[in-house]
């Protein structure tokens, strides 16, 4: 698979794009920071290069797909090569549009139940499982501010994988029309808590790892900075016995982390 597409490629493919275009040194290129123009973009990669048929909440964060495509294959790749079989059982927390959630659905086969708290979302979600024909593999969950434990859909339950593009934002964060990669950040999003918002990251490692097989990962995608937040939701993977893992990726000029504690 190819990932992502030349501008040129996703303008042939969708010309509802081309009046968000431009040339700068001779090159077609989008202004991205247009809301409008970054939420069409990734709509076409996904129908194009994924074959997935999604929308996006237009007051959330608009997933950067080869990203999100990236996260899944290397936490789905590298349990299968621990374990010798593939996982059967995702739990994803913090769901959004579903996108990861159907990304491991749609090409690794796995049952995947995803949390998510905002109730337009979980109703977008359930659209874009719809969309999809993934209804069978994914059930969406309404997590009424639960982390993990006190969420009945998933009490007793044991998942191979757990996984969370989780929220960052500090304790002091307020609500803000300020813009985060087109989205807003609003009240009910600002749960990252801690000093560097590392603390529900914490509460998914804490929680989850009741809830993991034995030979189960709980996988984190982190952003570049702050280099501190990493460091403690590292220490706390080491603490819990759990063996820690790190592995970048890079799309673009952003870079990501991706974090794994494994059960062993």
């Not at 709509?43 to 290069?49: C, F, I, Q, R």
């Not at 659209?127 to 009424?144: F, G």
């Amino acid at each position: 698979m190819r990932l992502g597409l030349k501008i040129e490629d996703a303008v042939r493919l969708n010309p509802e794009l081309k009046k968000y275009t431009y040339y700068k040194d001779g090159k077609m290129r989008i202004d991205f920071r247009d809301k409008d123009a970054l939420h069409l973009y990734n709509k076409t990669v996904l129908k194009h290069v994924f074959n997935i048929h999604m929308d996006f909440h237009r007051g959330a964060l608009i997933p950067t797909p080869v990203s999100r495509y990236l996260f899944i294959k290397n936490l789905c790749e590298s349990f299968k090569e621990k374990n010798r079989r593939d996982a059967k059982e995702v739990l994803e927390i913090g769901t959004g549009s579903g996108i990861l959630a159907i990304m491991v659905a749609k090409y690794y086969r796995c049952k995947v139940y995803a949390t998510e708290v905002v109730k337009e979302y979980i109703e977008l979600a359930r659209e874009n499982l719809r969309r999809n024909n993934l209804e069978d593999r994914v059930k969406i969950v309404d997590s009424r501010g639960k982390v993990i434990e006190g969420i009945p859909e998933i009490e007793g339950k044991k998942f191979d994988i757990i996984l969370s593009y989780p929220p960052f934002y500090s304790t002091h964060s307020v609500p803000s029309r300020r813009s985060f990669g087109g989205a807003y950040a609003r009240e009910v999003e600002l749960i990252g808590g801690g000093k560097y918002g590392e603390e529900f990251s914490l509460r998914i490692l804490r929680e989850g790892i009741k809830y993991l097989r034995e030979g189960g990962v709980i996988g984190l995608m982190l952003s570049h900075k702050p280099r501190e937040r990493r460091e403690i939701i590292e220490k706390e993977i080491v603490n819990l016995g759990l063996t820690l893992e790190r592995d970048r990726i890079e799309v673009g000029k952003r870079v990501r982390y991706i974090i794994k504690g494994y059960l062993h």
